[in-house]
C-alpha cells in the first residue's frame, strides 16, 4: 500500500498476516463466532490435540536463536555473541513470563503440566546453549539447540 503495490483483496478491507497456529483452524467463520471463541465462549476449532499457542510461538523463536547461531559458523564474533545473548536472554524473561501467566489464570488448567513440562525442557535447552553465546566453543549447539537428545514433541 505505503509502496503503490497492488495488493490483491485490498478493497474488501485490512489484510492481517496470519501466524503458524492458524494451521489449526479449518473454515470460515464471522468475526462474531471468532470473538466468542478468543474469549472462550465458543469454539471454532475441529483439533482438539493441539500445541499451546504461547509453547508454539516460543518454539518458532528458539528455533531461530538455533539457526542464527548455526549460521555464524564455528566461532562468533563479538557482536554475534552479545546479538544472540541478548535474544537467548529475552526469552528466558518470555518463558518467565509465560510460567507466571499460566500460574495466575485457570484458562490452561486442563493443559497446565503439559505446559509446565515443555516450558522447563525449552529452559534445559537455552541454559545448554549458554557457553556459545558467552564465547566458549560448543559444537554440541549446532545439534539439538545444545540438549544431548531432542525434547519430545510438544503434543502429549
Known sequence: MEQDMEVKGEEQGVVVCPGPNLAYFDKEVSLSEMV????????VLSVRNRPNMFINELKMYVQHLREGI???GESLTSVQQKKWKTFRDN????IAYYEEMFANTGFFWTEINVINRQLRIIRICLQRSKSRTSGKDDKALKNGFGCRRQPKPFLS
Open 36 to 43: 466468542r471463541h478468543i474469549y472462550g465462549n465458543g469454539d
Open 70 to 72: 548455526a549460521a555464524c
Open 91 to 94: 526469552l528466558y524473561e518470555g
